[in-house]
């Protein structure tokens, strides 16, 4: 979200139920109350912080990918560093996708 200075400020009331469903809302993408309200208001898509977090992870082993792919075609073979770095990434992408 963007972080220019914001100076009007607004009350706005709420039921139980959908308080209780805002709050499920929060805790869900890790945001704020703030947050969700505005990107819910300006048609905007919620993007949790955890999903932000992955992409970036993602990112980074893309990186080691590239690397890799580097090293495999200047050596024109795979020698057992190489082979050790893939399961390494096997197993991030697997914790980042299923949690384990």
Not at 35 to 42: C, I, K, N, Q, V
């Amino acid at each position: 979200m963007c972080r220019k200075n914001k100076t009007i400020r607004k009350t706005i009331r709420f039921n139980e139920h959908e308080y209780a469903f805002i709050n499920k809302q929060i805790e869900e993408h890790h945001l704020s109350f703030a947050e969700l309200g505005r990107a819910a208001m300006l048609n905007q898509e919620i993007k949790s912080k955890l999903e932000l977090e992955m992409v970036f992870q993602i990112g980074k082993i893309g990186i080691n990918l590239n690397q890799l792919a580097h090293h495999v075609n200047t050596k024109k073979c795979i020698d057992m560093q190489v082979l050790h770095t893939l399961v390494q990434i096997e197993k991030s992408l697997t914790r980042l996708l299923y949690g384990g």
